[in-house]
Every structure is written in C-alpha cells, then in structure tokens.
C-alpha cells in the first residue's frame, strides 16, 4: 500500500464517526427518502385484531426522525387520555422502535419506563468495558493510544460496514422484544404492526410483518454508515427512511380507515436567506432528494385523517439525552389537535372493551428453551464462548440474562455482531447463539500518538504502531510486534500462546531512551543519559480470569550506555545482561485515560545475574498501585510507586526516575535518576460535560498533590528529603487520545505542560 493510501486510510479511520454521523444522521434529520420505486410490494389487510363496530378502524404512522421520535411517546400519551383506540402501527426507523413496544401491548407510561431505562448516553457505543477485556487485550491497551483498529482482510484494509455498530443498540431490542421471540406473525401481536426498512441493493422499501420481530426492527432504524445493514430474509437491509419514512401507504394497505400519522421531519428550506454555508446546502441537498415522496404521502391525508406535527425546534436527531423534552413536545402536539381527534374517541364503556381485547392478546406463553447450539464463525475456540453461556434446556428465555451471556461473549473482541434467535417447533424451541466473526479481526493494526512539551527545554514526541495476528500461521499463537519512534525508541515482538489459563511468549526487544537527568549523587548535577538495551527473553505465566496474571521469565541481552559525566562504571559500548523475573498483575481499571473505578497493582522483582557471562549482579523491586475513587463526576485517583535495588550502584542499570506532569509535577521530564525510590501522588479531577449519546468526548478540570524523591542507597533514604509538587489542569478525552494543558511547581521549578497522550 502506498503512503498516500495510508494517509487516506489512517484519516478515513479517524473521521469516520464524524462524517458518517453528519451524512448518516443527516438522512433522519432531513427526513431523506429516495423517490419510492413505482413497483412497490404489495402489504396484506392486517386481520382484524379489535371490534370495531360504530367506529371507523384506525391506524396510526409513526415517522422516522432518530431522538426526535420521542415525540411519538407523548403522541401516544395523549391518544390514551382521549381515549382513541389504535387498531394497527406502521413505523420507521425511531417509529419503528416506539410502535414495536406499544404493539407488544405497553401503554404509554410503560413505554416511558422503558425509554427512561435505556442508557442513551452509551447504547450507541460498542467500545467495549475495560474491564470486560481478557487479561491479554488489557496490556495491549496499555501501549496504545487510540482505540481505532484498521483490520486486514487478504492483505487489504477493512473498515467496519457501520461506524456505530449496532451491537448494544440490537441487544437491548432483542431484550425488549425477547418475550416475543417466538411470534413470527405480527398480526397476532397485541396490535399488529408493520416496520418499514429499505433494501440497499434496490432502494425500494421492504415492508416487514412476519419474522423475527427484533431483526426487524433494527433493520428499520440500520442508518447507512452508522450501523452495518441487517441480513433477513434474504435481503440486505437498512433504514426505511431512505426509502418510506412516513409510511401512510403502508397503514391503508393494512385495511384501516382512518390513520393519525406522527411527522417528527424537517421541511427543506424555503428561503434563500436559510442557505448561508456549506453545512446548508448540504442540508438542504439531502432533505431535496427524497422531499417529493414525502410530500405526496402528507398531501394523502385527508378528510378524517389527522396530521400531528410536534415541536423539533432546535431538537436534534442524536439529542437522545432529550427524552423528556420529546416526550411533552409530542404530547403537546397531540393536545393542539384536540378538534380532529375528538371525533376518534370512544365512550368509555367501548375504551374498556378495547383495553380487555388488547390485554387478551397481551400474554405471550413463557419460551421454554428445549435445546441451544453455539453459531461460531469466528476465530475464536468454540470452548471458550461455551463456559459464556449459561442458559440451558429445560430453562425460561430471559431477555436480561440473554443480554448479559451475549455482552460477555462480544467482549472477547472478535465478532460483528452477537445475538441469538429461537426456532419455534411442535413443543421444543430451540436457542442459536451467534457468534459472528467480524472482518479483519484476526489481523489489524493499532496507532498511537504521544505529545508532552512544558514549553522550555524538553519536549517529547513519540509515535506508535503496533500489528496482531491473532492466528499466526494458523497456530492459534498471537503475534503481537509493537514499534515506536521519536523521543524514546521502542521494538517489541512476541508470540503469545495460551493453554487454558497458562501461557507461554517467547519475545524479541530493543529499546532507547534519552533524559536529561539530575543525579541525587551529583549534588544536583544535570547531564544527558542515554541507554540502549536488547535482548531475547521467554515468559510464561497463568491467568486468573481477566483481572490478574502471574508471570516468570528470563531474558538474555545487553545494554549499552552513552552518558556525561555521571561516575557511571560501565564503559560505553554493548554490556552483556541476564536476568530472570517474577511478577503478578492485578488490573480492573475501568480506563487508563480517566480511570473512574477497578484497581491497578504490580509487583515485579528482576534479578540480574552474572550467570552465562552477565555483567551486572543485582536485584530490583518494583511495587506501583493505583486506586480511583469516585463520587458522581468527581474522582480522585490516588496512586503511589516504590522501588529499591540491593546494592548501591551507579552503573545506571535499573535506575528509577521521577519528574514530569504528575511525577513531581514542575520538574522536567525524567531528572531525577536514582537507585531507590518512592513516590505518592493524589489526582483529582471532576467531569464538567454530562455523559453524551453518539459521541462523548468529556472535559475536565483538576489538580494533582505528588511526594517523592529519589536516592542512590537505602541509608540516604528520609522522609525529611522528600519532594512535594502539586499541578493544575483542564482536560479531555478527544477522538485522538486524552488532551492535557496542567500547570505545575514543584520548589523553585515550574513548567507549563501541554500533554496530548496518558498520564496515569
């Protein structure tokens, strides 16, 4: 691949969620439909499900329109409190979601309760927890930045078919409508209903009302770009808006006699005072592509026919944090049309008979699961999704714990998408699990990105690759190799594999890095160390779940340091080293950037020995923990690191060194060099943005109390020398890592730091 392809790629991969969110969204928020195709499939009456005796039978049309179809909630509100029975749905897209839930027989304020028990701010993302990452997945995101993945596909890039995903926002439909799994004829729903979805190889628009009711849905609201399309039926499938985004058609073909449609799209501007940059005339490109379709289906509704147009001034398409407000702009809406709808209402004796007929078909017998088969596609063993799945024959479905299985079976990072379906038979219904393996997750690369400048003398500026083949040779092992350039020099590769919960790497390594130091032996003497080491080594070790690891190794190389005048005894040029190791890992963190919860502990003790020509004879201890502590957006970290080596040196092997943000904050990065070291710190920093649905990218402010210092001998330790610092900063967590701007001062020293990389 050229440079330039690279270029495209690696900027494709960065802006992807913002451009798929502004053409993607921008379809619902103009109300885009595509001319609809002449030759529509024809939609069947629905059976009639209700008596309809002295009233006309009605139908109400839910539009698409993302977050602004929480009107429809109020809309439907408010019918209930006229008393206005609903006798068939048709929707699309948001529509879609709401007609669904009230066709399996909620009412409004159950419907409410379930919109209020979505999380909006993170059912959109499927990054997955950190702390549901395996052990091994763990420690690659330590050394990288961004969590952007650019798979390999027969040596070619592959990017995702939808930005967004989709697999939170298809589990907790598929929980909501688990019930419901079995009832593949949605004129037997409670209400029968119709969701509308647009086939992406034709343009025509797929009106779904059999089948699974979960696939269809979520195919209704599948926006192009954002979410990868729904295979059903058959069909490659997306958003109906694309194609039907106010489907009146489909209601009257339902056999209704009256509809009350709910529009919740924007007109395209009428004025050209309206088009005044670029982002306009987008807008109002997109809202022009499909605007005749719509308008012919608005200009359909006539004589008893009610048209209800809620508010969506200022109201966005991805304002999913805005349920309440489209929940009374809905409702309000609804109450303004109170002239046309009186004429729907039913007395209260024909109300009560209604709800008694709806209730009736409410009850869905319980889905008694008779067998249950794992659909792997995926790279992954089999067996290690198998001990995920904790449902059984002879077990009831339960959307909850189907959801929690299908959320622990996705994070083991290697699927597209993972659901399940239930094949109703004569008495046995049988579970699949699917696991589908996504394109380009067994080979991908990784990128990071490191900036830290105080604005003086020092600046750093690294840049990071790293490449995993996660089936290397077809073996199984992992091949992992890492690689990063700038300020510091980083080469890594290993060979990772597992046999249960142990494991075995063998690994290569080179490594250099350059500080301007200050040496606690030297009176405060500065002078610039550098230090090149490589080697090969072997570890092996055994997993505790994903929260722990405890590894042993060897490794066997050099080093080679270039320094001023430090007193070092080692002599320029390449050293033999030997040593073997031990260490344990504990880690729960919830982030690396800005941790909020979970746990990080090592301990790691190498000894290095004169065995097999070793230069250096001596051992080191290393303790470091960190533990956040949160309450609401407020969170301190606290976080400390101890260090010693057994006998007084100077030959800069195994030095520890301190300074820099939070590391004795004030101080240039990595001045003080030592043999023993301690060092406490407390971070505290409180979240100012609320949590955002689509894109969050939160902004903080804090500051920071640090203690420590560095000695060349335990006797020298003392807590009567120890160094205080204390920082200030504002922060964010941005689409290309976490952004620091901090302030410290540690004695007479202060620096002004710009960050753009972790900290913690």
Same mark, same amino acid.
Request: glycine share 12%; net charge negative.
């Given at each position: 691949m050229t440079p330039n392809k690279w270029l495209v790629v690696a900027t494709t991969r960065l802006l992807a969620p913002w451009l798929a969110l502004v053409a993607a969204f921008g379809l619902s928020a103009a109300s885009t439909h595509a001319q609809t195709p002449a030759a529509q499939p024809v939609v069947s009456s629905a059976t009639p499900a209700f008596s309809a005796v002295s009233r006309p039978r009605i139908g109400l049309v839910l539009g698409g329109g993302g977050a602004k179809g929480f009107a429809h909630i109020g809309v439907i509100e408010e019918l209930e409190r006229r008393q206005i029975p609903i006798d068939v749905i048709s929707g699309t897209s948001m529509g879609a979601v709401v007609g669904s839930m009230y066709?399996?027989?909620?009412?409004?304020?159950?419907?409410?309760?379930?919109?209020?028990?979505i999380d909006w701010a993170t059912v959109f993302d499927d990054t997955l927890k950190r702390e549901d990452l395996s052990f091994r997945r763990k420690r690659e995101d330590r050394g990288i930045l961004l969590d952007y993945r650019l798979g390999l596909q027969d040596g070619k890039p592959v990017l995702p078919k939808g930005v967004l995903g989709g697999q939170k926002l298809f589990a907790t439909v598929q929980e909501l409508l688990a019930p419901w799994s079995t009832t593949t004829d949605f004129d037997a729903l409670p209400i029968p209903f119709r969701a509308v979805a647009t086939n992406i190889l034709t343009g025509q628009h797929v009106v779904m009302g059999q089948g699974n009711m979960a696939t269809a849905v979520f195919a209704s609201m599948s926006i192009p770009a954002a979410f990868a399309p729904v295979r059903r039926d058959g069909l490659l499938l997306v958003d109906g808006s694309i194609s039907d985004n106010l489907p009146v058609d489909v209601a009257r073909q339902m056999g209704v006699d009256v509809v009350i449609v709910v529009d919740v799209g924007s007109q395209p501007a009428s004025s050209p005072d309206e088009i005044n940059s670029a982002l306009d005339v987008f807008g109002q490109m997109q809202m022009l592509l499909g605007w005749e379709s719509i308008r012919r289906q608005r200009e359909s509704i006539a004589g008893r026919d009610v048209l209800i147009e809620p508010d969506i001034t200022d109201f966005s398409v991805t304002a999913f944090n805005e349920l309440e407000m489209g929940i009374a702009r809905g409702k309000d809406a609804a109450a303004k049309m109170g002239d046309k709808l009186a004429g729907l209402s039913v007395s209260d004796a024909q109300w009560a008979a209604y709800l008694a007929e709806r209730k009736a078909r409410i009850s869905p017998q319980p889905i008694r699961i008779a067998s249950v088969k794992i659909a792997n596609t995926s790279k992954v063993e089999t067996r290690y999704i198998e001990p995920l799945v904790t449902v059984r024959p002879g077990d009831t479905l339960d959307g909850p714990s189907m959801s929690r299985q299908v959320a622990n079976i996705f994070a083991l990072d290697e699927f597209e998408r993972v659901d399940y379906d239930v094949l109703a038979g004569e008495g046995a219904n049988a579970l699949t699990i699917n696991a589908r393996g996504t394109r380009g997750a067994t080979r991908y690369f990784q990128f990071g990105l490191a900036l830290a400048s105080d604005f003086g003398s020092e600046s750093d500026f690294d840049l990071a690759v790293a490449y995993t083949d996660r089936d290397f040779l077809g073996t199984g092992a992992e091949w992992r190799g890492f690689a990063r350039v700038g300020s510091n020099v980083l080469f890594d590769a290993n060979l990772h594999k597992r046999f249960g919960r142990f494991f075995v790497e063998p690994n290569v390594f080179y490594e250099r890095y350059t500080s301007v130091i200050t040496q606690a032996s030297s009176g405060g003497a500065r002078t610039t160390l550098q230090l090149a080491r490589a080697g090969i080594g072997f570890d092996a070790g055994l997993l505790f779940g994903n929260w722990g690891e405890l590894r042993v190794g060897t490794r066997f190389g050099g080093v080679n340091p270039t320094e001023g005048d430090t007193g070092s005894t080692v002599a320029s040029g390449w050293q033999r080293d030997v040593d073997w190791h031990i260490g344990f890992t504990h880690d729960t963190l919830d982030s690396l950037s800005f941790p909020t919860s979970g746990t990080f502990a090592q301990v790691q003790v190498t000894d290095h020995v004169s065995a097999l020509g070793g230069t250096f004879d001596r051992s080191n201890l290393f303790v470091t923990v960190q533990q956040p502590l949160s309450v609401g957006p407020a969170t301190v970290v606290l976080g400390g690191r101890m260090g010693t080596t057994t006998q007084q040196s100077v030959d800069l092997l195994g030095d520890f060194r301190l300074g820099g943000f939070l590391n004795l904050s004030g101080l240039t990065q990595n001045t003080l060099l030592g043999q023993q070291m301690l060092f406490g710190r407390a971070v505290g920093f409180y979240r100012l943005s609320d949590k955002a649905p689509i894109l969050d990218m939160p902004i903080f402010v804090g500051g920071?109390?640090?203690?420590?210092? /560095?000695?060349? @001998?335990? !006797? +020298?330790? $003392?807590?009567?020398?120890?160094?205080?610092?204390?920082?200030?900063?504002?922060?964010?967590?941005?689409?290309?890592?976490?952004?620091?701007?901090? /302030?410290?001062? @540690?004695? !007479? +020293?202060? $620096?002004?730091?710009?960050v753009l990389g972790r900290v913690f």
């Open positions: 066709a399996i027989g909620n009412d409004a304020s159950e419907i409410k309760a379930i919109a209020r028990g920071s109390f640090e203690v420590g210092n /560095v000695w060349e @001998s335990r !006797s +020298d330790i $003392s807590l009567g020398n120890l160094r205080t610092a204390a920082s200030g900063f504002v922060a964010a967590n941005t689409l290309i890592g976490p952004v620091w701007l901090a /302030v410290g001062q @540690s004695g !007479s +020293d202060t $620096s002004v730091y710009l």
